[in-house]
């Protein structure tokens, strides 16, 4: 079912479009985007071919207006950046934190790195999953993960990222209560197991955010991405 929030010209592009996209935006394809993030009043850079480039689409911000701000410093992570909402939130809150800042599409990256340039934001590193150095332990985790890449790959970046939370750390993720929030929340909880407690923190305008709680150990759900 499409998103209804989603602009016209965005739902009639291909789906897949926004996920992959492997050329940064010329000068011509990027234009402004003024925001609120943060309490700030932004001007930003979005572009076609990264999801949802004229507006912070409805998940997104209610993500950020329901989740408790993130830790002070140690490495944060926005799994499916996009342009950059939610990292850029993230390293405004907390300057003295390492934010990452990870998409496979390369536009979105590019995006990213020239906005946090905007910004002053010298803590995001914008980058692909395989940069991230392996010994990176993250203190949260916060996205609007990319439901319609399908159930495997989904259930893949998410066994792949979320054994990395540190103990006693937490990951936040909203999805749309249409789109499979409630079966994700059970199917996470089967396959963390004891290593995590996952949580339905927040429903609001037809989105829930999951809560993932780090419980100690990683052993468990690291064996689950076995």
Known sequence: MPDPAEPADARAADPADHYF???PASPS????????????????????GVFSPDRLDLGTRVLLETVPAPPTSGDLLDLGCGWGPVALTLALTSPA??????????RALDLVRRNADVLGLANVRAVTPDDVPADVALAALWSNPPIRVGKVALHEMLLRWLPRLAPGAQAHLVVQRNLGADSLQRWLAEQLGDAAEVTRVETEKGFRVLRVDQLGSTTAASAARA
């Open 29 to 48: 394809e990027r234009r402004p985007l003024r925001v609120r993030l943060a309490g700030r009043e932004l001007e930003l850079e979005t572009a076609r």
């Open 97 to 106: 934190a390492r934010v990452w800042a990870v998409d496979v599409n390369e």
């Open 21 to 23: 996209t492997a050329r």
